[in-house]
């Protein structure tokens, strides 16, 4: 420890000596590294984020037993799931699109092939960026995976564009509630608020359409039943 102590104030100055003997080079170097930095700051186009936040209620049945109670729980954790795959899944998406008429836009690909270039570098920026959103999110929250595979009717270009969509879609649910954020990257902040609306809008219908099939296949069903013991 002495032999340190007696060492440390030569090594120290002559750190300071050294450093500025190169005061020019470091000095070149940390203006160049502002320099950088500061093109890119200004020159990045940003990326905003539009979030929106549901609450999924169940229909819950009737609880008699102990038995029913534990199913019901497990009934619930199954309905979150699959709820918060719908919102992922490009049926959804696909709903969303064709909402709004997005196919042409010239964020979505539409226009010239400049159009079309600067989309695929924003397309790329914009999922790397939600992406890694959606990693950070995945930390607090636990968003499931959804498997996103073309539908047999999907152009490519198609495919592209909702590929592009669900991209930039992040699904977070949060822990303990019946509360879902969902979030849409865009450079146009308009857009990505009537997007994430709009995907909103359509998941709730979606659900309305679903409940109304299945009463009517219900009803329709009682129907035919009814008239055969009618004949009877």
Known sequence: AEHYLKRSPISLVGNVKTIYRHRWIALTTAVVVFLVVAVQTFTATPIYQARVQLLLEPENPNVVSFKQVIDQEQWSEEYYRTQFTILQSRVLARRTI???????????????????????????????????????????????????????????????????????????????????????????????????????????????????????????????????????
Do not use: C
């Not at 969902?182 to 609306?197: G, H, L, V």
């Open 98 to 232: 064709n909402s709004l008429k997005l196919w042409d836009h010239a964020e979505f690909g539409g226009g010239n092939a400049q159009k079309k270039t600067s989309f695929s570098v924003m397309g790329t920026v914009s999922g790397v960026t939600a992406g890694a959103m959606g990693w950070v999110t995945s930390l607090f929250a636990s968003a499931p995976e959804v498997a996103s595979t073309p539908a047999a009717d999907e152009t490519a270009a198609q495919s592209g564009l909702i590929d592009a969509f669900l991209g930039r879609l992040t699904v977070s649910p949060i822990r303990n509630s019946r509360l879902v954020n969902i979030e849409f990257a865009s450079p146009n902040p308009a857009m990505a608020a009537t997007i994430i609306n709009t995907l909103a809008q359509q998941y709730i219908e979606q659900n309305l359409e679903y409940k109304f099939l299945s009463s009517k296949e219900a009803s329709d069903w009682l129907g035919q039943q009814l008239a055969v013991e009618r004949k009877k």
